[in-house]
């Protein structure tokens, strides 16, 4: 593993040694205070974000090392008209790896083809993000004992959310999956992800429209927001974006077992309410998501 640009970059046995490291950071985060204490991680964010900037900074710290990167490219040389590979054969000059967040499909692996350091996805477009995915996976099996034998719900904008496409690829992987696709038909899954993964793996899948229809089937619900930066025109988000919105009169219908996740941002999609829930697992999820990344930079650096 040398960088991380796809979730089937990681093999199964490479899943299953971070899920155990995560584990055992988790269990005892202060013998992991100096592992990366001569090590720095740039990150390099085109795109706004919250959760993945601030969980790879906070693991590269409580793993002892330092941190460098900017948040909006207009404050680099990127401004001046500098390209990707030149920013990144220099900012890998300095640092020992990179987590790179941009707009364009392929970049953050263009990135990669140039950078002397190991480059981490930390989602490009509508394409993946696979760091997320590490995240949802871990969550499922601490949450559930297992990742298999599930019927798994995914809800909302199933066409741009990255995040969706990075876990139905990685899943795709385990046995005895079942998915239910809830999208408004103009946000379904893409073409490619229903003929290259659920097809050729024989996933089980339905797609819906209807959350409540199908709610007290699942195992785990992933909500997910509709990705206003995605759309071509802002009449088409006004009129989706409240699609869905689930509400303690919807959970009503659900397993008293159901896991409710949501790679967050939320914006309507969740009532905060619905917060309170025991089923309501996002912000535990927040949380695995900053150790399995402590647990990432740990392998791709090679330190353990
Ligand atoms: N889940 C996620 O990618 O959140 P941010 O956009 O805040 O990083």
Known sequence: MKHLIDPMDITMEELEDLFRLTEEIIGSEDDFNYVCSNKILATL???????????????MLRLGGRVIGFSDPDSSSVMKGESIPDTIRTVGSYVDIIAMRHPKEGSPKYASLYSPVPVINAGDGGHQHPTQTLTD???????????????????????FGRTVHSLIKSISRYTNIKLILISPHELQIPQYIKMEVLRKNNIPFLEVE???????????LYMTRVQKERFFNEEDYIR???????NKEKL???KEDLAILHP???????????DEDPRACYFQQVRYGMYIRMALIIRLLGVM
């Open 210 to 220: 209807r959350l409540e229809d199908v709610i007290d089937e699942l195992d785990i």
């Open 45 to 59: 964010f085109y795109e706004p974000s919250t959760r993945t900037k601030f969980s790879f900074e906070a693991a």
């Open 264 to 274: 967050l941002p939320r914006v309507n999609e969740i009532g905060y309410e619905v």
């Open 252 to 254: 009503r219908l659900a």
């Open 137 to 159: 996976l871990f969550t499922i099996r601490q949450l559930k004992g297992q990742i298999s034998n599930l019927t798994i719900g995914l809800c909302g904008d199933l066409k």
């Open 240 to 246: 989706l974006k409240d699609s869905y919105v689930l």
